[in-house]
T-cell receptor
Framework: NAGVTQTPKFQVLKTGQSMTLQCAQD?????MSWYRQDPGMGLRLIHY???????DQGEVPNGYNVSRSTTEDFPLRLLSAAPSQTSVYFC??????????????FGEGSRLTVL | TQLLEQSPQFLSIQEGENLTVYCNSS?????LQWYRQEPGEGPVLLVT?????EVKKLKRLTFQFGDARKDSSLHITAAQPGDTGLYLC??????????FGQGTRLTINP
């Protein structure tokens, strides 16, 4: 079972470069989300989606764009990378978009360094 | 400012000891979840509590949701080295948002 797959696992960027973090899930989950994890900050929600064509902002959306053209894929785009975006990024999905009584399934993470 | 505050942030104890980790907020949550994360991996769900006052047990782990649904605790009895990891609480916030505490890094020494 693949679950939630994130690519790349590691990436180094220079300030101002753009890139896309890919996320795919094979569980037919309607809900997908992106978090960033920084030391001492836990996980902070960047953007989320409750289905194809629907996205919304989380706690820290600035500097990031998302789109959801299919149920399976939820890419995260950094348009102009900044050192403050150095972090570990996690994609997650769930079958329960409403009340979070179900499990949030996470990918293994993408470690991004911006120089 | 964190919506969910966990304490302590770091805890190092000897094998066999008991411990409690707290997750507190001034806000009411529709549900409260606890996750455990190993290095290099994503968090994995341990438990979900949805009713104020609810207590759930998972082997040596006991989880409690506060009566007012603003706080939760995780108690581990007779801790073992395999319990070492980052423990994260997460609350259902508004519609479709799950927000996390900053985590408690637990180390159990043999």
């Amino acid at each position: 079972n693949a679950g939630v797959t994130q690519t790349p696992k590691f990436q180094v960027l220079k300030t101002g470069q753009s890139m896309t973090l890919q996320c795919a899930q094979d569980m037919n989950h309607e809900y997908m989300s992106w978090y960033r994890q920084d030391p001492g900050m836990g996980l902070r929600l960047i953007h989320y989606s409750v289905g194809a064509g629907i996205t919304d902002q989380g706690e820290v959306p600035n500097g990031y764009n998302v789109s959801r053209s299919t149920t399976e894929d939820f890419p995260l785009r950094l348009l102009s990378a900044a050192p403050s975006q150095t972090s570990v990024y996690f994609c997650a999905s769930s079958y329960d978009p409403g009340q979070f009584t179900g499990e949030l399934f996470f990918g293994e993470g993408s470690r991004l360094t911006v120089l | 400012t964190q919506l969910l505050e966990q304490s302590p942030q770091f805890l190092s104890i000897q094998e066999g000891e008991n411990l409690t980790v707290y997750c507190n907020s001034s806000s009411v949550f529709s549900s409260l979840q606890w996750y455990r994360q190993e290095p290099g991996e994503g968090p994995v769900l341990l438990v979900t509590v949805v009713t104020g006052g609810e207590v759930k047990k998972l082997k040596r782990l006991t989880f409690q949701f506060g009566d007012a649904r603003k706080d939760s605790s995780l108690h581990i009895t007779a801790a073992q080295p395999g319990d070492t990891g980052l423990y994260l609480c997460a609350g259902g916030w508004g519609a479709q948002k799950l927000v996390f505490g900053q985590g408690t890094r637990l180390t159990i020494n043999p």
